[in-house]
């Protein structure tokens, strides 16, 4: 199994920015894609962004041109480029490996963001 460590999220104001890093422990060998999720009160947890292990990306409609996704294979860690945040960027946000199968590995504890004047 895959364990990820999630860090660097925070309060910030409407229009800031921030980095999060995500970094993937244990059986590690065979990731081919990682992504960020973040789940909302009251909402389901949904994808923000991914990346292969050749560097494709893909993102949420509602993230598009704000963030952006990285990874350094080298580290096994994935980050998240996340700037003019908008209040309703305010989540805790996760990172995952799902595999081909859409089987994804045990949830972090992930990072609270939360956008706020």
């Known amino acids: 199994q895959v364990q990820f460590e999630e860090s660097g999220g925070g309060l910030v104001q409407p229009g800031g920015s921030l980095r999060l890093s995500c970094a993937a422990s244990?059986?590690?060998?065979?990731?081919?894609?990682m992504a960020w999720y973040r789940q909302a009160p009251g909402k389901e947890r949904a994808l923000v962004a991914g990346i292969s292990s050749p560097g494709i990306t893909q993102y949420a409609e509602s993230v598009k041109g704000r963030f952006t996704i990285s990874r350094d294979n080298a580290k096994n860690t994935v980050y998240l480029e996340m700037n003019s945040l908008k209040p309703e960027d305010t989540a805790v946000y996760y990172c995952n490996a799902p595999n081909g199968a859409g089987r994804y590995s045990p949830w972090g504890q992930g990072t609270q963001v939360t956008v706020s004047s």
């Open positions: 244990g059986s590690i060998f065979d990731i081919y894609f």
